[in-house]
RNA sequence: GCCGGGAUGGCGGAAUUGGUAGACGCACGGGACUCAAAAUCCCGCGCCAGCAAUGGUGUGGGGGUUCGAUUCCCCCUCCCGGCACCA
């Protein structure tokens, strides 16, 4: 075998083999336990990024390992291919959004085929390509059919300079990212699908996820978020009209203790009592203005204006004040809020921003209650007082009877209510899936004929960022009425990139089925088994594809409850962001690899290196790198520190993982990013270590190619079949192998790949400090005796070593397993049977004990292995150690 | 703001059920080899005191439970992820 480790000559030799022998071709097999291991398919953005390097060889390791046990192992891959930064690309490159997708998806295939993962690329999908989204315009037909989706009014960013809808993302500081105008909020029509129809399963579903992480259940549960509470009405009389204004609370305990009403600028009252009211027509205004964003919206300063109207206390008829409060959201409940100061933080500010009465009406235990300060205390449950005839009712028996004395007057009723929100999925861009639906002025919106599927996106479209530019397509918008057959629109909003994504993973069991969205092979492969993928999309991708699962199941098309058996979260990588903002308010970033970094002048010099971090980390801005200067190296001018956040398109800051293939090949490059750290924790990027994963994996091929003949062998005339009688210093090396073993098989089991690296390379260690001897113990026997039990142990040890890291480093692997001809012994590696520990070996003569004195350390001693208690306890007492510390006590 | 997670040497991290904190690796220091460098090998490496033996101290900060806490409980700080149109 050659003598130097040479990764880019054995990697492409493996993977051509790999290739050519089909290895990773998934086969249906009735009665071989499945395993189909999933890694959430990538946003073809470019490149690779370090997270895609994380995320996909944690998957391979995982099918490779359950491969090597005996699995009947599928994994496949394809592209997240709509969405919005290839429209990005098209208006900076002006090329059409599919080419610049189907270029990035060529060159990001050709990324993934060079790592080596062990991918079944006859099953490969692209969103993007009609045969694939022929089925969600199927299904959403099908929803349409059933009610599931419908038609209703959603808020959206509209820039009015572009003349455009934005993305959230395309907002920055309420101002559009490209023009830098005001955004403004629009309400358009849009389709929505019937999430929370679902809600109670999806939420009662979570305890049958065993498998999932509890904090992605927690996140789940608590965004769904089920509340038990009491629906209630406080009625008035406008345009001489009866009405009630509704609201939702889960204190109904308080409700004596209403002192105002807050609605949602949006509230169809507050627009009816702003056309009278041109102060209160201004302030809707300004809600109307800025970002719809939650995380804005509950930040941003509360305010309020009083509308001059009031409605009536539903128990005790007294005037209620209505405001208009920017803090009340038009998306949950009905838009308005009952106001008790008392006893709810958000009322207790704005009423004393307003000065609006504070009446406190539950005894707080005992605490003191004073209307001056908010205290937590406040919010907390107890014994009504100054409530009338509710005085001294405990909450459940208070909310009991105030939802009865509501109910029996026709306004309010026990209700549950949840904060999850149908799924808008329409979006006014061109890069998606289109609605399959037509406007005809006659009858109406008219859903496309399942014949007439898929309505084909075309792929020659440019967008210049102002509308969509499907609207500008005659071609596209003109068409037939299928009802009527006269002259119609087509529907010209696409689907959210999440629809896409919501049953991926069904089709990989049926790519090639080209007459049904599913067919039986589903049946064999689902559920995934495990899935893998960023801990960013614990929420939404997560649940979508939970909804979509059972919305699938409910129209007959799988038999299936949940679509993913067990969930790993891969922590995210980050990088630093830098970042320019131009005159027009426009935000440039810039990749990390662009900076430089100058240590900054005077004290840092002073103080030496180990200060200098700490310096940094109390900068002004937390931002690390501020007492340091960075300057972009083309023009040497400051940048502007982002902090730290994960790698992503938008904000520059990815690190394409091909200059370390091509420096130090993909084995190094998987071995790096698993050694790095445990799956699913941050990891922030940095190099350091490439070079040590590398020395490991040369110190490995040098090792092999040095002792090949020892290695090789296995004469099994002279095989130890009981170690036992051998040589203490070999049985203890043997030991410890089967102890290292035991340790990667449980880090294997629990998925924390950097221990098993570190397994493997405590191994190698081992094997390098195994015992020199040339001369047999016992000088009546031949060298022999002594040699051969050791080269059994180094063919047994190297054996396993390659086993166990061949799940993270095949291609190495691959080539020694063939060099040491270790195939001939066990068959090729990546089926040959997983090793298992000898518990024999793992019996260690003596035991090493640890002696503690009040908790502390105080020595430690060694005692043979079958040593009873009481001999034990003399000896630790016969420690001078710890004589001297139990001297002193009682 | 709300929800979820995290913080351990100069750095990445280990510690499986509350029982030797710092495995494994990086960086660094010293040595061997070399004309020299690289590569490789050997030794050292939390902090403080000490020649050493050893003692003290130490897992973001503060408190608690325990014979014993990185691990369990309470409070706080900072960082990361999500907040429904980034994917």
């Keep these: 075998m050659q003598n130097k480790y040479n990764p880019h000559a054995i990697e492409r030799e493996s993977q051509q083999y790999w290739i050519e022998q089909r290895s990773f071709r998934a086969v249906e097999t009735p009665g071989k336990p499945k395993y189909y291991c999933l890694s959430m398919f990538p946003y073809p953005s470019g490149k690779l990024h370090m997270g895609h390097v994380r995320n996909y060889t944690i998957g391979d390791a995982l099918s490779r390992y359950h491969r090597m046990r005996g699995f009947n192992v599928l994994q496949p891959m394809g592209w997240d291919a709509f969405g919005l930064p290839a429209e990005n690309a098209a208006m900076a490159n002006r090329v059409p959004p599919a080419q610049w997708t189907y270029d990035n998806i060529a060159y990001m295939k050709k990324q993934l085929v060079s790592l080596g993962f062990a991918i079944d690329w006859e099953r490969e999908l692209a969103t993007c390509k009609p045969d694939y989204y022929r089925w969600n315009q199927g299904l959403f037909l099908r929803m349409l059919e059933k009610g599931l989706v419908y038609k209703k009014t959603g808020t959206d960013n509209w820039d009015p300079v572009d003349q455009t809808v934005l993305a959230n993302e395309q907002v920055i500081d309420g101002r559009g990212w490209r023009t830098g105008a005001l955004i403004e909020k629009r309400e358009i029509p849009m389709y929505y699908m019937a999430i929370t129809r679902y809600a109670d399963e999806l939420l009662a579903a979570l305890d049958t996820l065993p498998g999932w992480p509890e904090r992605v259940k927690t996140m789940q549960a608590n965004w769904i978020g089920k509340s038990t509470g009491v629906r209630l009405a406080f009625p008035y009389a406008l345009d001489g009209r009866d009405d009630r204004l509704w609201a939702f609370t889960t204190r109904a305990d308080t409700l004596m203790g209403v002192t105002f009403c807050a609605i949602a600028a949006e509230h169809p009252l507050a627009t009816r009592l ?73 009322d207790f500010e704005f009423a004393k921003k307003y000065r609006l009465a504070i009446k406190p009406v539950v005894d707080v235990k005992a605490k003191p209650y004073s209307t001056d300060a908010w205290q937590p205390w406040y919010a907390e449950h107890g014994a009504c007082v100054n409530s009338g005839q509710y005085d001294g009712l405990a909450y459940d028996a208070a909310v009991n009877a105030i939802a009865a004395d509501l109910a029996a007057k026709g306004l309010g009723e026990k209700q549950i209510m949840w904060r999850l929100r149908d799924w808008g999925i329409s979006r006014q861009r061109y890069w998606g899936t289109p609605i399959p639906l037509v406007h005809c002025a006659a009858c109406g919106d008219v859903p496309v004929p399942d ?14 960022g102002s509308g969509n530019p499907l609207a500008k397509r005659a071609d596209f918008v003109n068409c037939t009425c299928p009802k009527c057959g006269q002259p119609a629109q087509r529907e010209t909003d696409t689907m959210d990139t999440f629809v896409d994504s919501s049953w991926y993973y069904t089709r990989y069991a049926c790519a090639d089925q080209n007459n049904a969205m599913v067919d039986k092979r589903v049946a064999y492969w689902l559920p ?6 960023g801990i960013e999309h614990a929420i939404l991708h997560l649940l979508y594809s939970r909804f979509w699962t059972k919305v699938m199941r409910d129209l007959g098309l799988v038999k299936l409850d949940e679509p993913f058996s067990n ?17 027009d308010g426009r935000i440039t ?12 002048t005077g004290s840092v010099g002073t103080v030496g290196p180990s200060v200098t971090v700490a310096l940094t980390g109390v900068s002004t801005t937390g931002a690390v790198g501020a007492v340091a200067a960075s300057t972009l190296k083309t023009d040497g001018q400051p940048v502007e520190s982002g902090g730290i956040g994960t790698m992503s398109k938008s904000k520059n800051n990815g690190v394409d ?37 590398h020395r490991f994996l040369r110190r490995l091929w040098d090792y092999c190619a040095r002792n090949e003949s020892a290695i090789r062998f296995r004469d099994s005339s002279v095989r130890v079949n009981d170690w036992a009688k051998e040589d203490g210093r070999l049985r203890a090396s043997r030991g410890e192998m089967h102890k ?12 924390q790949f950097n221990t098993v690296a570190s397994a493997g390379m405590k191994m ?126 009682p």
């Design 274 to 346: 702003a056309r009278d009211n041109p102060q209160l027509a201004a302030f809707v205004d300004e809600c109307q203005r800025g970002s719809v964003m939650e995380a804005d919206l509950a930040t941003m300063e509360k305010k309020g204006m009083p509308t001059g109207f009031f409605v009536a206390h539903p128990l005790t008829r007294e005037r209620i004040e209505v405001w208009v409060g920017n803090y009340v959201l038009w998306g949950y409940g009905d838009g308005a809020v009952m106001g008790v100061p008392g006893h709810d933080e958000r």
């Design 451 to 464: 014949a007439q599927l898929p309505v084909v996106l075309p792929e020659d479209c440019v967008p210049d």
């Design 528 to 533: 995934v088994d495990q899935y893998i993928g």
């Design 567 to 583: 969930l790993l979260t891969q922590g995210m990588v980050l990088n630093k962001i830098y970042f320019r903002k131009n005159n």
């Design 589 to 600: 970033y810039y990749n990390p690899t662009e900076v430089a970094i100058t240590p900054g």
């Design 657 to 693: 993982p091909q200059s370390l293939i091509e420096e130090y090949g993909a084995d190094t490059a998987r071995l790096f990013m698993m050694f790095a750290s445990p799956p699913e924790q941050t990891l922030e990027w940095s190099d350091s270590g490439v070079e040590g994963a």
């Design 740 to 751: 290292i073993l035991q340790q990667a098989n449980f880090d294997y089991a629990r998925m």
């Design 764 to 889: 190698l260690n081992a094997l390098e400090k195994l015992p020199v001897d040339t001369t047999p113990l016992n000088a009546n026997l031949p060298l022999q005796s002594f040699l051969n039990p050791k080269f059994q142990l180094m063919n047994e040890s190297v054996g396993i070593l390659l086993r166990i890291l061949s799940p993270i480093v095949p291609h190495i692997t691959h080539a020694l397993w063939k060099e040491l001809g270790f195939e001939t012994q066990y068959g090729e590696i990546l089926t040959a049977e997983w090793p298992e520990v000898d518990q024999a070996a793992l019996i260690q003569d003596e035991i090493e004990l640890v002696l503690q004195v009040n908790g502390k350390l105080r020595g430690n001693m060694r005692v043979a292995k079958d040593a009873d208690r009481a001999e034990i306890e003399q000896l630790a007492m016969q420690n001078a150690n710890v004589q001297k510390h139990i001297g002193g006590q």
